[in-house]
């Protein structure tokens, strides 16, 4: 199966030449899904989600995503607390925590954003013990031995390198990824920081080495957890543009990133594998 993963779109402060060409560079690379880990929109308006949809109706291969917390109105305070998803459930998908099973890969949407929380960055996410127990729920309605995908905006490792600027994992980060493993989750796709990387989680309440640059076959680990750069926004954080291709064959998962390189367009990277 063959995985196109997306994130922080920001329409309303993307780079309309990236949003261009990235249908056609998407379609390229013939894949089975589209996965985008949230904000579609900058401030949440009515008119980012409309242009996030005509940008969507030109795949045509199907669309999982979970909103992010750019989805969440931000300057039309009424809408952000009676209506918080109403937009990003007309114009992207009615459900903000969707499930699918696809060619032996089971794959769980977890909203982490909020309308609300205590101090003033509410941009930041959170999961509650309810979701998680949730999760145990639907993907015990999966194959057995199917390989368990989770997308998330927020994400749930920090990165090894110095972040340009810093920020939080999801609320409960550490409880989560020690679900995960107990579920037999095998990747973790989430966005958020504008950032490409990948660690690996290699038992509950333990993080294992971040993934080198460069090819890397390494023995099986339970969890990687893949972040994705912005994909077509200019607010950029010390990274080019990028977006990942993920790879999941006989169980082995492999992340590719394909970056925007400017006249040289949609290049390949890096990747890192791991065996599920």
Do not use: C
């Amino acid at each position: 199966m063959r995985i196109i993963h997306l994130s922080d779109l920001h329409f309303g402060h993307h780079d309309p030449v990236l949003a261009e060409g990235l249908a056609a560079d998407i379609a390229s690379q013939a894949p089975d899904l589209v996965v985008v880990s949230g904000d579609f929109a900058q401030i949440g308006s009515r008119r980012e989600f409309a242009d996030a949809r005509a940008f969507l109706d030109q795949l045509s291969t199907p669309v999982f995503a979970v909103p992010g917390n750019h989805d969440v109105p931000a300057r039309n305070v009424l809408r952000r607390f009676l209506d918080p998803y109403g937009y990003y459930r007309r114009f992207i998908a009615e459900e903000l925590e969707p499930f699918t099973e696809i060619d032996g890969v089971a794959i769980a949407g977890i909203n982490t954003a909020r309308r609300l929380r205590l101090g003033l960055n509410w941009a930041l996410g959170s999961i509650n013990r309810e979701q998680l127990a949730d999760l145990k729920h639907r993907f015990a309605a999966a194959s057995p031995d199917s390989v368990r995908v989770v997308v998330a905006h927020h994400p749930l490792l920090q990165p090894e390198t110095t972040m340009e600027h810093p920020m939080q994992p999801v609320k409960r980060a550490d409880l989560a990824l020690q679900t995960f493993a107990r579920l037999g989750v095998r990747l973790v796709l989430s966005g958020h920081f504008h950032m490409s990387y990948v660690r690996r989680h290699d038992h509950p309440g333990e993080i294992g080495e971040a993934v080198p640059k460069g090819p890397r076959h390494a023995a099986a680990a339970p969890i990687l957890v893949a972040q994705a750069s912005s994909t077509i926004s200019t607010r950029l954080r010390g990274e080019p543009n990028a977006y990942n291709l993920i790879d999941i064959v006989d169980r082995v998962i492999t992340v590719t990133v394909r970056e925007w390189r400017g006249e040289d367009g949609w290049t390949t990277r890096e990747k890192a594998s791991e065996r599920a």
